[in-house]
C-alpha cells in the first residue's frame, strides 16, 4: 500500500534491509513484501554501483555546482589598475582576481580608500578594452589588498567583462583537467 499521496517520499522506514517496514499514512506495513510499486523502487536505488557510475555522477553534480556558484568563483590575475573617485583622483594599483560580482585589488597601503570608488583597468587583449566601473569597497587588510564589490558597469563593458571571465573559465578548466588526466605531467610542465 502507498501513502494516500501516492509518493514514496510519504513513507518512514522504521529499520533498513531485506525486513524493511513502512508506517505511513495508512497504518498498515507496507514493506517490500506488501507493496510491489516500493520493492521496484528499492531494488533500483539498492543496486551495486561501479566506479565509473560514481565518477561520472559526481562530475555532473562539480559541473552544476560550478555553473551555480560561478558568480563567487574567483580567478587569479596580475593587471594593472586605476582605483579612486574623480574627486580626489585615482590611485595606481594591481588587479589580483575576479569575479562576476566582484575583485580584490592591491594597493600602496598610503592609500586611504573607502566606501565608493571608480575602477578603470584594460581587459588583456590585442585590442585592450577600457572598462570603466563602479564599486564598494567591502573589505581591506594591513597588507593592502582590498575586496571591491561592483555596484555599477555600463552595459558594453559588462558584456565585455563577462566574455574576458568565460575566457578565464575556460583557461582554469584546461589547467583543472589536464592536472587531472597527467597529474605527473601537469607537474613537470609548469617548470617548462
Not at 555553473?67 to 574627486?87: A, D, M, Q, S, W
Not at 563593458?157 to 571571465?165: D, F, P
Request: net charge neutral; with cysteine; charged share 25%.
Amino acid at each position: 500500500m502507498t501513502s494516500r499521496s501516492g509518493n514514496l517520499d510519504d513513507h518512514s522506514y522504521g529499520t533498513l534491509g531485506p525486513a524493511i517496514s513502512c508506517h505511513c499514512l495508512t497504518q498498515r506495513p507496507c514493506g517490500p513484501t506488501g507493496n510491489p510499486e516500493l520493492r521496484r523502487q528499492l531494488q533500483r536505488v539498492l543496486k551495486p554501483v561501479s566506479p565509473g557510475t560514481i565518477k561520472a555522477q559526481l562530475n555532473k553534480a562539480f559541473d552544476a555546482l560550478q555553473k551555480e556558484h560561478r558568480p563567487y568563483f574567483r580567478y587569479t590575475v596580475n593587471l594593472p589598475i586605476f582605483v579612486g573617485t574623480e574627486k580626489e583622483g585615482f590611485t595606481p594599483a594591481r588587479l589580483i582576481n575576479v569575479s562576476a560580482e566582484g575583485m580584490a585589488v592591491l594597493v600602496r597601503r598610503s592609500a586611504q580608500l573607502e566606501g565608493a570608488v571608480s575602477l578603470r583597468f584594460d581587459l588583456p587583449s590585442i585590442d585592450p578594452y577600457r572598462i570603466a566601473a563602479e564599486g564598494e569597497i567591502a573589505w581591506t587588510d594591513a597588507e593592502g589588498r582590498m575586496g571591491i564589490k561592483l555596484s555599477h558597469m555600463p552595459v558594453e563593458a559588462r558584456g565585455k567583462y563577462a566574455e574576458w571571465l568565460d575566457v578565464l573559465h575556460g583557461q582554469h578548466e584546461f589547467r583543472r583537467l589536464t592536472e587531472e588526466a597527467m597529474p605527473e605531467a601537469s607537474s613537470d610542465l609548469r617548470y617548462i
